[in-house]
């Protein structure tokens, strides 16, 4: 029986893949077969997370350190993945951050770095890396949003609307790349045990995210693998311009 899952001999480019929920997929897809490069800010990061991914397998892993908010520097990820692996057939754009800020004392310079990390650059790297996906008329694009950019919260403005510009742009990116074979999707994640929710959260926000959920607890960052090997494999071959909601029945606890 064929396995739809597979991933033996494709290349995958996760960004913010040294840590949390990238590190995460970048491992399944790797168990999966796929040939993995990773970028983000941190080298020792990066340094420190490829032996972890390719752990026992039979792939290939190397990383990029990255300042995703540098137009200039986003590019060179594209061209230089490119030109070591000669593809990339799965794009997970997973880098990201956040300046909560009340929308009344959001700061402009805050608001245009985060902008420019959480959309400009999915943009970016999406628009070079496309054309070579729709040369061999395959390709995944996977966009990380989050549960904020379907729901709200207080002081997350500018992170809420970028993560809720990334489900328009995978719905209109999918119309143009589907003629292709080419799929692109969202997913939302929830409340999961990473570096960056952990840090910006006190334990009583974190409290009430737990009491949201309706499983009662955090996700863990591998629960993360099954929504991302779905879209990125043969598996997912007919969802496109979706959204997949990871949250623990956040968003459906609306009482």
């Excluded at 137009?71 to 060179?76: A, F, G, I, L, S």
């Excluded at 990390?117 to 790297?125: D, P, T």
């Excluded at 009430?208 to 099954?226: A, M, S, V, Y």
Aim: hydrophobic residues 40%.
């Amino acid at each position: 029986m064929t396995n739809r899952f597979d991933l033996t001999g494709k290349v995958a480019l996760i960004t913010g893949g040294g840590r949390g929920l990238g590190k995460a997929m970048a491992r399944g897809l790797a168990e999966a077969g796929a040939h993995i490069m990773i970028a983000n800010r941190g080298e020792a990061e990066l340094q420190a997370a490829v032996p972890e991914i390719c752990n026992g397998l039979s792939v290939r892993c190397e990383y990029l350190p990255v300042d995703m908010t540098s137009r200039e520097q986003v590019d060179h990820l594209a061209a230089e993945t490119l030109r070591r692996f000669g593809r990339v057939d799965i794009l997970i754009n997973n880098a990201g951050g956040n300046a909560p800020q009340p929308i009344d004392e959001v700061k402009d310079e805050d608001w245009d770095r985060i902008v420019e990390l959480n959309l400009s650059s999915i943009m970016r790297l999406t628009r070079a890396l496309v054309p070579q996906m729709k040369d061999r008329k395959w390709g995944r694009v996977i966009h990380i949003s989050s549960v904020l950019g379907l729901g709200g919260k207080a002081g997350r403005n500018v992170y809420c609307a970028t993560k809720s510009a990334l489900v328009g742009m995978a719905r209109a990116s999918a119309i143009d790349l589907g003629p292709y074979g080419i799929t692109v999707n969202c997913i939302c994640p929830g409340p999961f045990l990473t570096d960056l929710p952990l840090k910006l959260l006190n334990e009583e926000q974190k409290v009430e995210f737990t009491k949201r959920t309706l499983l009662g607890r955090w996700g863990n960052p591998e629960e993360i693998i099954g929504p991302a090997l779905l879209l990125a494999s043969d598996a997912g071959s007919y969802v496109t311009g979706t959204t997949i909601l990871v949250d623990g029945g956040v968003l459906a606890n609306v009482l």
